[in-house]
């Protein structure tokens, strides 16, 4: 599976940003599909997956401002992002696993990465 992250940026605290991220290949494959996102110096951490079947799940740090979208018959996943703090800052990832998890170690297939900078 190929996966390809788009729609990063710059925005100030306190705005929006939607992710996309579009997949091709053995996409058949694919179960949950995840954003997880690396700040520098930090950990990869997990951010937000979804299953084909539309079960959704967030890390405390972003729920009820950012939410996860599936559209699988165009093999596309969304993040919207909304109320955007300057510790979103980081470098987002979207990831696709054979089965339902939050462990980056279960993603097979990730994305080059969009960066993400909120400012203050």
């Known amino acids: 599976v190929q996966l390809q992250a788009s729609g990063g940026g710059l925005v100030q605290a306190g705005g929006s940003l939607t992710l996309s991220c579009a997949a091709s290949?053995?996409?058949?494959?694919?179960?949950?599909m995840g954003w997880f996102r690396q700040a520098p110096g930090k950990e990869r951490e997990f951010v937000a997956r979804?299953?084909?079947?539309?079960?959704?799940s967030y890390a405390d740090s972003v729920k009820g401002r950012f939410t996860i979208s599936r559209d699988n018959a165009e093999n596309m996943l969304y993040l919207q992002m909304n109320g955007l703090k300057p510790e979103d800052t980081a470098l987002y990832y979207c990831?696709?696993?054979?089965?339902?998890?939050?462990?980056?170690?279960?993603?097979?297939?990730w994305g080059q990465g969009t960066q993400v900078t909120v400012s203050s």
């Open positions: 990831a696709a696993a054979p089965y339902n998890s939050n462990n980056p170690r279960a993603y097979n297939d």
């Open positions: 290949g053995r996409t058949f494959t694919i179960y949950a």
């Open positions: 979804i299953t084909s079947g539309g079960i959704r």
